[in-house]
């Protein structure tokens, strides 16, 4: 992985985080909403994985916003 890459993903969880903790959820809450691991979710805010477009179509729904609001970064 490139070094660009990388700071997309860190930007990526960064707003993913700061949505998460507006919205008052915790990673199980937002889990218990999509069909996505909580262990993934926090993955996802650390910047360790790649999340694919299924992915960020269900973390919206978890989160209850558009999924054009997870790539507002």
């Known amino acids: 992985m490139v070094e660009e890459d990388k700071i997309y993903l860190k930007k990526f969880g960064e707003n993913l985080e700061r949505i998460k903790k507006e919205k008052n959820l915790s990673y199980r809450k937002i889990a218990a909403n999509c069909n ?8 996802y805010v650390d910047g360790k994985i790649n999340p694919t477009l299924l992915s960020l179509a269900d ?5 209850g916003i558009e999924p054009k609001e997870l790539l507002d970064f």
Do not use: P, Q, S, V
């Not at 973390?59 to 989160?63: E, I, S, V, W």
């Open 36 to 43: 996505i691991e909580f262990a993934d979710i926090k993955r």
């Open 59 to 63: 973390l919206a729904k978890g989160l």
